[in-house]
């Protein structure tokens, strides 16, 4: 029985925001700033952040995937000053691939990873990439093809193939080149190789953000106790100005009801309705279109239920410090363990670890929710860890004395074929038919993007609100975390869409 039959009236709010992660988060704290009263609905009971959450565990702190602080907008980095002033500090950043027990350079330097694979093994990839220069595929549709353009078929064989399908589950011809452009964008061997030669020339180095490409940045901001802090601390902000924070606020139901939206939640096993003209939501797509009351068209409930995503699930393994490696991050490249990705959370932070003579690994392994890796049991997967970074090299089993487990569901989503169709069909399903209805961030939007560029969007849908108007087209927002549309000249520029003027694209 919902509230509106026991005969308790909806809670009224100016907004209301599902999902109390780096895109609600931000919204919620702009709204209060400007005088509005949201009200957050966050469906885990503990932790807000979303997947730029910081665990806690016994004394120990670490995130679930890592999270540079650095973005080329202005306004997503002085919202971060603004929340954490004094307790953000300056990292430098390290990361390699390990690939045949050696390391390379993240990202690759070409004259270090040519020597290190030796003479034979890097004639081959030079031949390689001179003939993707030469020969190129044109346009490229897949994660193979585009990678192949820009390094070559050897290289991208060599440090890109395996991990990347492991990192999927899905051959890289099933992936949508818009992952890569996205993720990877410009970078090419030869820009690595010019960014190589100027980095060795002070005068030479940009000196702005706008110049750098962010794969290539070499150190970044970083709260002293992991990203959640940022958000722990935005939240309270919301709280102090008046707003709400919901946490365990799981949403059973939304409706709309005249000009407002009625959404239902459960929290504590009691369900509870709150009201509000619009609602913005970083919740998975295919979530918010299963909650929709009454059942939307079947094409809408189709394509939302078409979108993929992978999830995957991170072992921290405290462990005595040998310092084994200085890493923020190592790209597990070889094919005889199942991890793909390792973390030193006392390379981000000393203030990750209570203890400096201990240190926290957290191996990354990808899946699918449901299979095998994701139901085994903590201790069996502990276990494995365990086994797998001493067969890495990186660590002794025998130095471990601890461990923990935490899964992340629809962590990336997923860029198959027909992905970008599904979301096309949602948003124009929602913007004429769901008005008030915002969808923004990572899963919101079914885009693989980072922390910045989610909470850009939010920024956006912001600014539509207060305003009244559709001035900003939150789904122009790029990779860089900036509104942008290419001007006549080709260059880019930051402008007003207009509302619905502006040419749409799946991925900028």
């Not at 926290?360 to 970074?389: H, M, N, P, Q, V």
């Amino acid at each position: 029985m919902s509230p509106r039959e026991n005969g308790a009236p909806p809670q009224d709010r100016d907004v209301i925001v599902v999902g109390a992660g780096p895109a609600g988060l931000t919204a919620a704290l702009l709204l209060a700033e400007k005088g509005w009263h949201p009200i957050v609905l966050e469906a885990d009971p503990r932790y807000v952040g979303g997947i730029s959450r910081t665990v806690e565990y016994k004394g120990y702190h670490f995130d679930i995937g890592g999270h540079r602080f650095f973005s080329k907008a202005r306004e997503v980095e002085d919202f971060w000053s603004r929340v954490l002033p004094d307790d953000m500090l300056l990292r430098p950043r390290k990361s390699r691939i390990y690939y045949r027990g050696t390391f390379y350079s993240y990202p690759l330097k070409p004259v270090e990873a040519l020597m290190k694979l030796g003479l034979v093994e890097s004639t081959a990839c030079m031949l390689s990439f001179a003939h993707a220069r030469l020969r190129p595929i044109h346009d490229p549709q897949n994660v193979e093809d585009w990678v192949r353009n820009q390094f070559g078929r050897r290289l991208y064989e060599i440090f890109f193939k395996h991990y990347t399908e492991k990192v999927w589950g899905m051959s890289c011809r099933d992936i949508k080149a818009d992952w890569a452009a996205q993720r990877i964008k410009s970078l090419s061997l030869g820009t690595a190789v010019v960014e190589a030669i100027k980095s060795t020339l002070p005068a030479a180095k940009p000196t702005g953000r706008d110049q750098v490409h962010t794969t290539l940045i070499d150190e970044f901001r970083y709260p002293r106790k992991g990203p959640g802090q940022l958000w722990e601390e935005c939240a309270r902000k919301v709280q102090a100005l008046g707003g709400e924070v919901r946490m365990g606020a799981r949403v059973v139901s939304m409706r709309r009801d005249g000009a407002r939206w009625i959404v239902t939640y459960d929290q504590d096993g009691t369900r509870h309705e709150v009201s509000a003209p619009n609602v913005i939501s970083s919740a998975a797509i295919k979530d918010v279109i299963a909650s929709l009351d009454p059942a939307p068209q079947p094409a809408l409930r189709e394509a939302a239920g078409s979108l993929k995503y992978r999830d995957f699930l991170t072992v921290a393994l405290m462990i005595k410090e040998r310092d084994a490696f200085d890493d923020n991050w190592i790209y597990i490249q070889e094919r005889d363990v199942q991890v793909g990705r390792i973390q030193n959370f006392k390379s981000w932070s000393p203030e990750m670890v209570p203890d400096a003579s201990t240190a926290c690994y957290g191996l990354e392994y990808f899946c699918f929710e449901g299979d095998g890796l994701w139901t085994s049991k903590d201790e069996d997967l502990i276990a494995l860890a365990k086994k797998e970074l001493e067969h890495l090299g990186l660590g002794k089993a025998s130095d471990v004395f601890d461990g923990c487990v935490v899964r992340q569901p629809k962590a990336y989503p997923v860029y198959d074929e027909a992905y970008a169709r599904h979301v096309e069909t949602v948003r124009d399903v929602v913007e004429r038919e769901h008005p008030g209805l915002h969808l923004v961030g990572r899963n919101g939007m079914h885009r693989y993007n980072n922390q910045d560029h989610s909470m850009m969007t939010a920024m956006l849908t912001v600014e539509n609100i207060v305003s009244g108007t559709k001035r900003f087209d939150p789904w122009r927002v790029n990779q860089d975390a900036k509104y942008i549309e290419a001007g006549t000249h080709g260059e880019e520029q930051l402008i007003e869409s207009g509302g619905r003027s502006v040419p749409r694209a799946t991925a900028s």
